[in-house]
């Protein structure tokens, strides 16, 4: 059931009460919670907050905490699962889902009250109607019934036997002939049902993101501010950065962000918030350069390890990096600045930067190179760009340090949506140069030792165990990053067959850091495609029937499994033919 006024229809309902809140292990899920969980503290609304990376952690999850409260939200999970199914609640239980993962699964969209979903109704999404998935289940208990032998009429009393006695003498009319025809139409339509349900959920994709969605509770509220809009802005950021969704999606979220960006400056200049400078939080949304980090770099670096740069220039090659020397030549940009921190670069340099490369993108086809991003400045502090903290919010959810706890690094990257707490923003950031260093380096290795293979239908590659810096690439987050830019700087590299690679889906696997027998593995879709729809995660699943093998999707993601390591190959061979 969809809540399309989350005023009325949630916020208000959980008001004075206990929240439970099971939260996925992604950027957008944090800004969401961070979001929401202001507006509960704002209300005096006690709460405690979960980690979740999967179904499994879910519903163990759920069965250690359901006592605390009858109100649960779902930040992006469980919107793909049948609730009631998975988690067999009581039916006090209420759940409210903000999820952008899709498609949503048609139990929760359905259930009438138990299972609420926060959002409108989206008609692209091609949702099956009630009548083609449901409407024919009443029928089935007349044609099927003639066997009470599953208990249902044996513990219920008189009046279910008497129900019994008339269905059985309700069949006993029926001629032979129309008994056929009625066996005949359900079949059909049990076809139908299930043709239909395939076309629903062979791809998986998002939808818009969920910290947007919060904030604009926020602002139905009277709650909103710009901390509240930076994290929204953090959440539709991730999404963009790591191509989950659709350009058309990205430009009308921005223009959304836009919109309140504007009315929120308005409202300040006139009163309606603090305009000191201490402390105050200045957006702007302005043409920036598009490369990684680069004000917590050497503007040198950061075009060698940004994937986009790294893949047009080749730098894994001698000649890639004397073409990198001479584009840098051409900007009027020397070396010794370039090998310099940002901070440390000639001022006047560094205020031109921008329109530097302005001039030349187009000259040497890197046009997007300089695109309009959102930056953040806390009083007088350096400016940071939305971007810079979803790369520390991901190398710190994605924490290589040993023995570290999920739930410890889930909270250190909460912790660092706040405007008092810039060291573990700054910390972040360290360790997603690190992070981005490693994953620039791999890609070069996989490149000079051609670990990138066609296996007819799709491209493939494997990170093995005792690999360097293997434990960079045992998270879903390290490892989509990785893929990304190996698929990008494999079809930059193949040239004239560089056509049919874009065309190809790239499986990627590496040894899974939290179970260290299982590996992870991870389907990216055709650079080819314009749409981020994919549907390597149903091959998963039917791999996986064919197979017999186990599989657990990871962050609720279904692209992205665990297996056992020692059933890659036999999984991967089945995984082969069904794409073919």
């Known amino acids: 059931m969809f809540l399309s006024d989350l005023k009325r229809e949630f916020y208000d309902v959980i008001l004075g009460k206990r929240v439970l809140i099971f939260v996925n292990f992604d ?13 509960l503290l704002c209300d005096s609304i006690s ?66 009250g138990q299972v609420c979903i926060l959002g409108k109704v989206n008609e692209k999404e091609d949702i099956p109607t009630y009548e083609d998935i449901f409407g024919n289940d009443d029928d089935d208990d007349d044609d099927e019934g003639s066997n009470p032998s599953d208990g249902e009429a044996n513990g219920d009393g008189d009046d279910d036997e008497e129900e019994v006695r008339e269905s059985k003498s309700k069949r006993q009319k029926l001629d032979p002939a129309e008994m056929v025809m009625r ?29 947007l969605l919060m904030f604009e509770l926020a602002w139905k509220l009277s709650r909103d ?69 680069y004000r917590h770099w050497s503007l040198l670096e950061s075009l060698k390890y940004s994937p986009q740069t790294a893949s ?53 086809d890197l046009e997007d190179l300089v695109e309009y991003s959102f930056n953040s400045q806390y009083g007088f502090r350096p400016k940071n760009s939305a971007s810079d903290y979803v790369y520390a919010l991901i190398a710190l959810l ?83 990053m990785l893929g990304q830019f190996l698929l990008k700087a494999h079809i930059s590299r193949a040239r004239g067959r560089g056509l049919r ?28 495609l314009d749409s981020p729809k994919n549907l390597i995660g149903k091959a998963f699943e039917q791999a996986a029937e064919n197979t017999q093998t186990e599989i657990t999707s990871v962050f609720f993601d279904s692209s992205v499994i665990e297996i056992n390591s020692e059933c890659r190959t036999n999984f991967l061979d089945s995984l082969f033919s069904l794409l073919e």
């Open 225 to 293: 501010s710009n901390d509240l809009l930076w994290w929204a802005i953090i959440g539709v950021n991730e999404q963009q950065l790591l191509g989950k969704v659709e350009s058309k999606t990205s430009v009308l979220d921005n223009g959304k962000l836009q919109s309140h960006m504007i009315r929120l400056a308005h409202l300040s200049q006139h009163g309606g918030e603090s305009t000191g400078t201490k402390d105050a939080l200045y957006i702007t949304h302005e043409k920036d350069l598009n490369l990684s980090m």
């Open 27 to 39: 950027v957008d899920a944090i800004a969401s919670c961070r979001i929401l969980q202001y507006l």
């Open 501 to 528: 690679a874009r065309e190809l889906p790239l499986i990627i696997s590496a040894p899974s850091a939290s179970r260290p027998s299982h590996c992870l593995l991870l389907g990216l879709p055709p650079l080819s």
């Open 183 to 211: 066996r005949r139409e359900k079949r059909l339509w049990h076809e139908k049902r299930k043709e239909i349900l395939f076309n629903y959920m062979q791809f998986s994709f998002y939808s818009s993101s969920t910290a």
């Open 47 to 112: 709460y405690s907050i979960v980690p979740v990376q999967s179904q499994n952690d879910l519903i163990s999850a759920y069965k250690e905490s359901c006592e605390q409260s009858n109100h649960i939200i779902l930040i992006n999970c469980g919107g793909t699962l049948d609730i009631v199914e998975t988690l067999e609640p009581s039916e006090e239980k209420i759940f409210y889902i903000a999820d952008s993962h899709r498609p949503y699964d048609v139990c929760n969209i359905y259930n009438d």
């Open 398 to 480: 994605d924490s290589a340090e040993k023995d570290k706890d999920p739930a410890d690094a889930f909270h250190d990257a909460l912790e660092c949506l706040s405007n008092s707490k810039m060291d573990a923003v700054y910390k972040g950031i360290e360790l997603a140069k690190l992070q981005q260093m490693a994953i620039g380096k791999e890609v070069h290795t996989c490149l000079d030792m051609g670990h990138v293979i066609s296996a007819g239908p799709c491209l493939y590659a494997v990170i093995q165990d005792g690999t360097p810096d293997a434990k960079y690439y045992g998270y879903p987050h390290s490892l989509l």
């Open 312 to 364: 047009h220039f080749q730098l894994w090659t001698l000649k890639g990096e004397k073409k990198l020397n001479e584009f840098l030549a051409g900007l009027g940009l020397p070396l010794s600045q370039c090998r310099q921190k940002f901070n440390s670069m000639d001022i006047e340099l560094r205020n031109d930067l921008r329109a530097i490369f302005q001039k030349k993108v187009e000259k040497y």
